[in-house]
């Protein structure tokens, strides 16, 4: 393919994602197409010689467009919003049509001081404490990682080895092979299943340990579980917090948390990966209340900030701890020509130049829009609690039995207006209904709730009122409805 | 932005990339910017309202491509190709531009099935035994990874948790904090730092072991250390080896490794990062003698076949055993739609949709296109070694002291024609000459080696010719340059 036929491509394909999103509307949310669909749709090799840019759109079209569940659907309540907007379409293009990754300085300069300055743009955006910034005094500072399963992964092993560090210290006659196995962490029932497999692949066991009625896990509850796990030898080594969980956007009492890991010499990771977006709010900030003892801190700009996936803001309170649990000798002896040296603060060697993306949402919105855009989704949310009395991302009990509950998702599906998933909390199959496209509207709320309710046989759904619950946030997202509107 | 100012901007910033290769050659290989030059050109916050894209996209003109190392300038010859096509920049601008994730298959069914299929297509196009195949009887399979330092610490991982139940099968009176701390796994001294990384950060001792003059490790070597270890009571779980060193692409005897493990019930896992694209080449699959033993199995597209970072393709033999080390027990007890669960063979928990740019890459430029692609950039270092009797990925010793060579590589950057790096090569420092953009041509080879041949003042250099010593390659490489021209 030459300059010219790139050229070509390139804007038909612009022009199809934007007809895409022109018409996201009319398409059904989710995908009417049977397991193994394509079996039967594409060759079972690669085609001998090349083909033409023109037949590849139109199978575009003819194969993957009906195998997509469509996730920027103003029907798609499931799961969790993944980011798009147009600002990061294009930086996407950008930075993958440029093609220069990076190592250290020397490799790409502009990508290690794009990344280096969007991550203090977006600390500051989010009211972090000014210790997390790469051009703070101290060591802190903040790095983009691929996922917030990888972030979790890179705070535990940080936690595991700064352990190791100081019993070491303590007990110059233990050695690591009798410490490591000894390493226990935190996190609360209702945390994401990559918390656990953090653990599971850290080697590190990890507790679920119970939350309150609201979903939150609380100061006493871990300092108990902390206690009972030194009584018995162990050497409790990192906390996870979740600060908006999966199930019911529950959050953990990280004032509590972060007293009792300050205390004990913990290493205490937040998961903020959806729920962080809203501190670009400063109405939502309590809900961070006790950041400042906070090791490692992460949220995916890429699930409700408007930057295309991936893009996985983690900040470090103090980066030499990642360096000594990630940098392995240099094969050359060399002085760096730049620091921080973001490359030893992640599992791969590379990165991609993910900060042009960043800096293009973050400009083309500024923060009265990356702020708008928040305040809106929550205030549709708020919305559909007005119909149904439920917060953000919330749970919808229907009062009845499991089975009834999993009858009215399974006539949903079946009829493929909206999507929404079940989840259990505390022990209980519950609807979860996540505002997710940007384009969701007031109307398509009202839809969703017109959909549910027509298939609502049995008695009036019990709504877990979140708001009074969960977050004691009424009155302050009720403001920002008004700010909004 | 609305929809139109996105077709506007989007095809502006086709055409600027289209722009940015067709004027490659003449911009300098390496940036002229010094550390800290980001400081002043950009305000320290966000901006607190949007601002217009064209704005933005002077600012990429203005600010990044000045402080761009250009990894796909033909006179890039450092670090290692990073790969770039057109068909593979607008695959990446569908995928990020449709913005569909994926977790199950039901959150994407094309995403899943697209990647299962692709994955077969490279196996193939590879010649990997039928048993890696997704569509195989057996539990083989294959998946796409963020990067090759992840797909190492997967697979060291699996090789772990193998370890670990193989011993508990024989010794059910041991526990795990016993049988952990005692595990052990070996590469070469030549291999990557990512693997060294993968051993820190999965808490398992990796031994770096001696190669032969080549740089290969060998079947004796490897067998020598496993003794060692389990006299002294430890417990080898794995080995990585590496197709294509990072210095000088030396090959590890694959075959005596693979019988090693094979007998001692080892993991195998094979890093062939950058040489790995090289087996879609039937003639230099010799390479790979012993693939039959191989565990899982590891190349990247994004390095050497044309499709954009990131995508790593992973291979296993038994995609149980990644299940077993990876799977945590599912929130919602749910029968699968769709096998395999790729979800459960990575560290993320969901997936960009990146089949679709390797699938946009494979159907373009086809077979014969890819080979085209590899055998060229071969033939390009074949006419480097007959300037200067070297092959491929390889070793320049200017036989003199290191700080001679250093000397040179200092001249060589302040110059800015070329862009060369060092590498310790048996304890030498010697220059690495890498094809690197798929822009390069003849022409820029002789350009190149005037530019290192204006500047060797001393004796004339001594070139590793890694042709007869490393790969006993030279008739197969000299035919496939005949085939190709």
């Given at each position: 393919?030459?300059?010219?036929?790139?050229?070509?491509?390139?804007?038909?394909?612009?022009?199809?994602?934007?007809?895409?999103?022109?018409?996201?509307?009319?398409?059904?949310?989710?995908?009417?197409?049977?397991?193994?669909?394509?079996?039967?749709?594409?060759?079972?090799?690669?085609?001998?010689?090349?083909?033409?840019?023109?037949?590849?759109?139109?199978?575009?079209?003819?194969?993957?467009?009906?195998?997509?569940?469509?996730?920027?659907?103003?029907?798609?309540?499931?799961?969790?919003?993944?980011?798009?907007?147009?600002?990061?379409?294009?930086?996407?293009?950008?930075?993958?049509?440029?093609?220069?990754?990076?190592?250290?300085?020397?490799?790409?300069?502009?990508?290690?001081?794009?990344?280096?300055?969007?991550?203090?743009?977006?600390?500051?955006?989010?009211?972090?404490?000014?210790?997390?910034?790469?051009?703070?005094?101290?060591?802190?500072?903040?790095?983009?990682?691929?996922?917030?399963?990888?972030?979790?992964?890179?705070?535990?092993?940080?936690?595991?080895?700064?352990?190791?560090?100081?019993?070491?210290?303590?007990?110059?006659?233990?050695?690591?092979?009798?410490?490591?196995?000894?390493?226990?962490?935190?996190?609360?029932?209702?945390?994401?299943?990559?918390?656990?497999?953090?653990?599971?692949?850290?080697?590190?066991?990890?507790?679920?340990?119970?939350?309150?009625?609201?979903?939150?896990?609380?100061?006493?509850?871990?300092?108990?579980?902390?206690?009972?796990?030194?009584?018995?030898?162990?050497?409790?080594?990192?906390?996870?917090?979740?600060?908006?969980?999966?199930?019911?956007?529950?959050?953990?009492?990280?004032?509590?948390?972060?007293?009792?890991?300050?205390?004990?010499?913990?290493?205490?990771?937040?998961?903020?990966?959806?729920?962080?977006?809203?501190f670009a709010c400063p109405e939502y900030r309590y809900l961070m209340k006790g950041i400042e003892n906070v090791d490692s801190f992460n949220f995916n700009p890429h699930k409700w900030m408007l930057v295309n996936s991936d893009c996985s803001a983690m900040w470090f309170k103090n980066t030499k701890d990642v360096e000594r649990a990630f940098k392995v000798k240099a094969t050359l002896p060399k002085i760096p020509s730049f620091k921080p040296e973001l490359e030893h603060w992640q599992i791969p060697t590379s990165r991609r130049f993910r900060a042009l993306k960043?800096?293009?949402?973050?400009?083309?919105?500024?923060?009265?829009?990356?702020?708008?855009?928040?305040?809106?989704?929550?205030?549709?949310?708020?919305?559909?609690?007005?119909?149904?009395?439920?917060?953000?991302?919330?749970?919808?009990?229907?009062?009845?039995?499991?089975?009834?509950?999993?009858?009215?998702?399974?006539?949903?599906?079946?009829?493929?207006?909206?999507?929404?998933?079940?989840?259990?909390?505390?022990?209980?199959?519950?609807?979860?209904?996540?505002?997710?496209?940007?384009?969701?509207?007031?109307?398509?709320?009202?839809?969703?709730?017109?959909?549910?309710?027509?298939?609502?046989?049995?008695?009036?759904?019990?709504?877990?009122?979140?708001?009074?619950?969960?977050?004691?946030?009424?009155?302050?997202?009720?403001?920002?409805?008004?700010?909004?509107?």
């Amino acid at each position: 393919m030459n300059i010219e036929e790139f050229r070509e491509f390139g804007k038909a394909s612009v022009d199809y994602i934007a007809d895409y999103f022109e018409n996201i509307r009319k398409i059904d949310v989710i995908s009417k197409v049977e397991p193994g669909y394509l079996k039967t749709k594409l060759p079972e090799n690669v085609p001998p010689t090349g083909e033409p840019w023109q037949k590849v759109l139109q199978d575009v079209d003819r194969v993957i467009v009906p195998g997509l569940t469509h996730w920027h659907s103003p029907h798609f309540h499931a799961y969790f919003p993944t980011a798009n907007s147009f600002p990061g379409i294009v930086g996407e293009l950008f930075l993958s049509g440029l093609g220069c990754l990076s190592k250290d300085w020397d490799s790409n300069p502009a990508c290690i001081e794009l990344e280096v300055r969007m991550m203090d743009w977006l600390a500051k955006i989010l009211g972090l404490p000014g210790e997390f910034l790469n051009s703070s005094e101290g060591p802190g500072g903040g790095v983009i990682q691929n996922a917030a399963s990888e972030s979790t992964l890179v705070g535990l092993l940080c936690g595991k080895q700064r352990a190791l560090r100081d019993t070491l210290k303590q007990h110059p006659n233990l050695d690591e092979t009798y410490i490591i196995p000894k390493l226990v962490a935190y996190t609360s029932k209702e945390s994401n299943s990559s918390i656990e497999k953090a653990g599971l692949l850290a080697s590190v066991t990890m507790r679920l340990l119970p939350t309150d009625k609201n979903g939150s896990l609380r100061g006493d509850v871990l300092l108990e579980a902390i206690i009972r796990d030194k009584d018995d030898g162990l050497i409790p080594c990192c906390v996870v917090a979740t600060l908006g969980t999966t199930g019911s956007c529950a959050f953990d009492n990280l004032d509590e948390l972060g007293r009792v890991c300050s205390n004990g010499g913990i290493w205490l990771h937040v998961d903020a990966a959806y729920a962080g977006a809203a501190f670009a709010c400063p109405e939502y900030r309590y809900l961070m209340k006790g950041i400042e003892n906070v090791d490692s801190f992460n949220f995916n700009p890429h699930k409700w900030m408007l930057v295309n996936s991936d893009c996985s803001a983690m900040w470090f309170k103090n980066t030499k701890d990642v360096e000594r649990a990630f940098k392995v000798k240099a094969t050359l002896p060399k002085i760096p020509s730049f620091k921080p040296e973001l490359e030893h603060w992640q599992i791969p060697t590379s990165r991609r130049f993910r900060a042009l993306k960043l800096w293009f949402v973050l400009r083309i919105y500024g923060i009265e829009g990356i702020q708008k855009h928040i305040r809106q989704q929550i205030s549709l949310a708020k919305f559909f609690e007005h119909l149904a009395r439920i917060w953000g991302l919330s749970a919808l009990d229907l009062g009845g039995e499991d089975s009834l509950t999993q009858e009215l998702l399974d006539e949903i599906s079946r009829r493929n207006k909206i999507f929404l998933m079940p989840y259990y909390y505390r022990e209980k199959l519950v609807v979860r209904f996540v505002i997710c496209s940007r384009f969701t509207e007031k109307s398509d709320i009202l839809y969703a709730w017109r959909e549910i309710l027509s298939l609502v046989k049995h008695e009036e759904p019990y709504i877990h009122n979140s708001d009074k619950d969960f977050t004691n946030g009424k009155s302050e997202s009720q403001d920002a409805e008004k700010k909004n509107t």
